[in-house]
């Protein structure tokens, strides 16, 4: 039977964890029924509304019950625990295996989001899988019948970088296990290991020892399950022995890596974006949702990518083939995931369209084994017809004979009694019982170091134990006595030594060893006190976990992996509080710099962990984690975003370079690649330009100097000495520079241009020039002489940055470079730029090998500027004849108004100069305050002037000269003569209230 349906998609919102309710998130997520909301919380116009098939509000109204369950907090609570989840996903699932169909439930979400807490849960908080299982096995113990058979087999694998790893198997798998194609089975993975199980505890010890090994087997570094997918698969088979029937039902439950990791490692600019596969699977599948999307809403797809990853190989009959899908999208609901969330949401929107056809697996036995057989006959003439031919017989027969075999045991599987399979496997069931409760008495008897790891999911499943009365070494080596071997980072043959004697347990690291306790670096011997936090080698993490006798019921789930780090990081003089600024004055943390301190926390051990890898493979690089713009600012003086980056230094050639942090954690998971490999006793050669440790020479961003522009608005030449600030607030080097308003022809405007009023500058021409002349105590050239500087700036609203020449060898560089710069009008937009911001120079550091190339570009630049240049000057030229013209018409118009004044205010001949003068030489005082009230008049008649010049100008640029330039000058004259009339009223009054004066003061 054939049923068509969509992917059901289900959303479900977390809580806050520490970390966001430390930073009084807020939630910008509302749901009503299916349908969710979510707010931009920079933006709260901007309101997304998405509906889907269910949608779980797990955020709020919840208490924990006595055994440790989150529930409701009362009957009117609509908040939806594990079990409510279950109800709807798992049943669903159950319903479906039971009738025969393939069910799949895929996870998908950020990191942290709640994937593996829905999927398998965290303590009693048991998630759906369990829960499926619980359920499956009661209802198999209430359905016994004679002739009907139920088995159950479980496996459970990992994808990591492309290479599937089973998580069941005891063997090492170095290349991981090979995903194969049959006609029967479409992709499968040879060699799984599929255990068949009878009871839902069976299953929870299977899931414990998956995840013990995702810790301890691929790869040596801290891992997380936001890193892999997870495919954890339950075959159902009901066996018809009458009938000789079986009905088959694969239920494929997959927690995907964190959703992040298609994006934030996308790593824009990194040449070797394309170089790690870690992203391939996420991305394919992004891939093959969309093409499904498309196709079911009737757009024609030619090719669906299944074949691009492995992990799309493997979901091939789960995204539009022979499975009942459902997806459970996670999310967090706080402010700072917004983007993250948002963008889950509408992934989970574009999975719901996808179209499924399942059917129902049931064959008879007897079919099964005829049609493998019939394959086998099949196969085994083809290969008797290549051998024939006598070609290349090895190379084309090896992959046939491998299928061969393949299906040989696959009929010899089928044909084995369910007794049979079960017999084989209880061997090991007792053998990890016998395990399980010898380890559950040690720890009632020894302290111990149990794990911490990343992903809360994979922490307390190792334990070292410390015997009493003895000295036990931890280390890589088993070659020494009473030793506990670990695997890890930077760990030694033989890296500690703890003594359990007399109730008291010391912790001696031995050498070089690297220990951390509680964040401090231990050199000596010192004592373990129960729940001190211990770090081996890199980023070994472990909780200490005292005598039995210390222990009391304390709450272990606050000291979680970030707990460590943010230890480590205060140690170190890193908190929340050094990057909010100003520190400590709003006890609320800024959602950006709560999102930076995390991003800081998180990359730091990655950071260790690359530094001992590039030491172990002899790379001579050195990685040091920064917090960008912590102490920078923009022209304005307000903070820049803050983002952590990683400085990379070549110890020996001194070259530096910096990632940002997309580009690093690309980088790092290459290196953890070919690091595997050489751990694995691999041969490493890789080519240069695939190299993660390798990168061409850049320029290096070294720091920033900010020249305020207030000076230019009052025309004041600005001399300084300003510091560049690295992005941590530290000198890097003084600059001395001068700011300098000039003329056109770039003479310096000195005192007498200076204004006391900004605005006379309105609609007039600014010119101004930034001389660089020398950068001083540069601690680039300190550290290596060989390397050179160049100072890059951006002037007003210019999109290009002028720069400098390159200075090389010399800590005190001279650069001596003026450049002139025209505001052809001052607008009052200007005015208020130039009040407010600031000229932003940023130093950058050269690096030997590229100075002739960056000589070039600097050379190139440079005619670009002198095209620019010339092309000013030309400007210049007309403008200074439109001037000329102008000054002359001044001339005319200031003896028109010499005899205008004459005519109207000294009738008997004498001029208004010559009459200013005689009544200043009457009296000294008057005479300087008509002078004053004189220079004014003339100063306002010389603004009108100018404005009208600068209307002139516009005129004779577009009309015809002439014509033009007379209208103007005749408006200019009424206007002149309007204003000429009112100051020489102003005159003739005051010359009237002098007259008076005088006359009572004879
Ligand atoms: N619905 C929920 N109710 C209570 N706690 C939750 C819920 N969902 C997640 N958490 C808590 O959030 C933390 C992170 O959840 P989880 O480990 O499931 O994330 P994840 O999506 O699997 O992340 P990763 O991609 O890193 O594996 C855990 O401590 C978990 O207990
Ligand atoms: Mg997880």
Redesign the pocket.
């Given at each position: 039977m054939l049923s068509a349906d969509s992917v059901k998609v289900a959303v479900?919102v977390?809580?806050f964890?520490q970390m966001e309710k430390d930073a009084g998130s807020h939630c910008i997520i509302s749901m009503l029924l299916n349908s969710i909301t979510i707010c931009d919380p920079r933006n709260r116009n901007n309101v997304k509304s998405f509906t889907f098939d269910l949608a779980y509000w797990?955020h709020s109204a919840f208490i924990k019950n006595e055994e440790g369950i989150?529930i409701p907090d009362g009957p009117t609570s609509r908040y939806a625990d594990q079990r409510r989840v279950f109800d709807d996903l798992g049943q669903e699932m159950l319903k479906n295996a039971w009738k025969g169909y393939n069910a799949t439930l895929l996870?998908y979400?950020?990191?942290?989001?709640?994937?593996?807490?829905?999927m398998i849960g965290?303590g009693p908080?048991r998630g759906i899988i369990p829960l499926t299982c619980d359920e499956l096995f009661k209802a198999i113990q209430q359905n016994q019948e004679l002739d009907k058979q139920y088995q159950i087999y479980f496996s459970m694998l990992e994808i990591y970088n492309e290479k599937v790893i089973d998580l069941l198997s005891k063997s090492k798998q170095p290349g991981g296990l090979k995903v194969r194609e049959s006609p029967q089975r479409g992709f499968y993975v040879e060699d799984l290991r599929s255990v068949p199980c009878e009871s839902s505890q069976q299953v929870e010890q299977l899931l414990k020892e998956g995840n013990k090994k995702r810790i301890t087997a691929s790869t040596n570094i801290n891992m997380?399950?936001?890193r892999s997918h997870m495919i954890i698969t339950v075959r159902f088979k009901q066996v018809f022995l009458k009938d000789n029937l079986t009905k088959q039902s694969d239920i494929n439950l997959v927690?995907l890596?964190?959703s992040e990791r298609q994006r934030a490692s996308g790593s824009e600019g990194d040449r070797l974006r394309e170089g790690s596969a870690i992203n391939l699977s996420l991305t394919t599948l992004g891939n093959v949702i969309s093409a499904l999307a498309e196709i079911a809403m009737g757009k024609k797809v030619l090719h669906v990518p299944y074949r691009n990853s492995t992990l799309t190989k493997l979901l091939q009959s789960a995204l539009g083939g022979n499975s009942k899908t459902m997806m459970i999208a996670?999310v967090s609901p706080a402010d700072i995931c917004f983007e993250e969330t948002l963008s889950t949401l509408r992934y989970a929107e574009r999975t719901k369209d996808i179209q499924n056809k399942a059917v129902i697996n049931e064959n008879p036995t007897e079919q099964l084994i005829q049609e493998l057989r019939t394959e086998n006959t099949k196969l085994r003439s083809t290969i008797t017809k290549i051998r024939n031919s006598g070609q290349r017989v090895e190379e084309e027969t090896k992959e046939l004979r491998r299928a061969l075999a393949e299906n040989e045991l696959e009929m010899a599987e089928i044909q084995t009694s369910w007794e049979q399979c079960l017999e084989r496997a209880q061997k090991e069931w007792e053998q990890q019982y016998q395990t399980l409760t010898q380890e559950r008495q040690m720890i009632q008897m020894f302290p111990y170091l149990s794990n911490v790891n990343v992903?809360?999911?994979l922490s307390a499943f190792v334990k070292l134990f410390i015997r009493d009365g003895r000295e036990t070494v931890i280390g890589q080596s088993s070659n020494f006595s009473q030793v506990v071997v670990i695997k890890g980072l930077g760990i030694a043959d033989k890296h500690v030594t703890i003594t359990n004697r007399d109730n008291k347990v010391t912790l001696e690291p031995h050498g070089q060893a690297k220990v951390t306790i509680n964040g401090v670096t231990v050199l000596t011997k010192v004592q373990l006190r129960h729940l001190d936090r211990v770090i081996l080698g890199s980023n070994s993490t472990y909780l200490y976990m005292g005598l039995p006798r210390e222990r009391n019921a304390e709450d272990l789930?606050k000291y979680?992996y970030d707990f460590f780090q943010s230890e480590l990081a205060a140690v170190e003089g890193f908190n929340r509080d050094a990057l909010a600024a100003p520190a400590g004055q709003n006890k609320k943390v800024d959602p950006s710099v709560l999102a930076v301190f995390l991003d800081y926390i998180r990359v730091k051990p990655m950071v260790t962990e690359a530094n001992q890898i590039s030491k172990e493979l002899n790379k001579d690089l050195k990685f040091e984690l920064e917090v960008k713009n912590l102490a920078l600012t923009d022209s304005r003086g307000h903070d820049l975003v803050k983002e952590v980056m990683v400085k990379v230094t070549n110890i020996l050639t001194q070259q530096v370079w910096v990632w940002s942090r997309a580009k690093f954690v690309n980088r790092k998971f290459i290196m953890e690649d070919i690091y595997q490999r050489f751990v694995d006793g691999e041969k490493i050669s890789v080519e240069r330009e695939s190299d993660p440790f390798w990168d061409p020479i850049e320029a290096v961003h070294l720091g920033t100097a900010y020249v305020w522009l207030q000076s230019l608005n009052y025309c004041i030449t600005l001399e300084e000495h300003v510091e560049f600030h690295n992005s941590q607030g530290e000198e890097e080097a003084i600059l001395q520079m001068n700011l300098v308003p000039c003329s056109p022809t770039g003479q310096p405007l000195g005192e007498d241009g200076i204004l006391i009023d900004p605005t006379e500058l309105l609609g007039q021409r600014l010119d101004f020039q930034v001389q660089i002349i020398q950068c001083l105590g540069i601690k680039w050239l300190k550290q290596n002489s060989k390397r050179g500087i160049q100072i890059r700036y951006h002037v007003l609203s210019h999109p290009h940055p002028f720069h400098t020449k390159p200075a090389w060898n010399n800590v005190n560089a001279r650069i001596d470079q003026v450049m002139q710069f025209t505001v052809k009008s001052v607008s009052q937009e200007l005015l208020s730029y130039l009040q407010n911001h600031a000229l932003v120079l940023d130093l950058w550091g050269l690096q030997v090998r590229l100075s002739v190339q960056l000589q070039e570009t600097g050379d190139n630049q440079l005619s670009e500027l002198y095209v620019k240049l010339s092309k000013l000057e030309q400007e210049i030229e007309l403008l200074r004849d439109v001037n000329r013209t102008l000054r002359r018409d001044n001339v005319t118009l200031k003896d028109t108004l010499k005899r205008v004044m004459n005519d109207a205010t000294n009738p008997d001949g004498k001029s208004f100069h010559q009459s200013n003068i005689q009544a200043s030489g009457s009296k000294g005082t008057h005479k300087a305050s008509y002078e004053v009230e004189f220079a004014k008049a003339l100063k306002k008649f010389y603004q009108s002037m100018n404005q009208d010049e600068a209307s002139v100008d516009l005129l004779r640029l577009y009309l015809d000269k002439q014509t033009g330039a007379i209208k103007d000058v005749g408006d200019s004259f009424e206007v002149c003569m309007n204003t000429l009339k009112n100051d020489i009223s102003l005159i003739v009054k005051k010359k009237k209230e002098h007259s008076l004066w005088s006359s009572v003061t004879k």
């Open positions: 479900r977390r809580p964890n797990s989150l996870a979400g950020q990191t942290g989001s709640g994937k593996s807490y829905s965290y908080d997380s399950s936001s927690d890596a964190g996670t992903d809360p999911q789930s979680d």
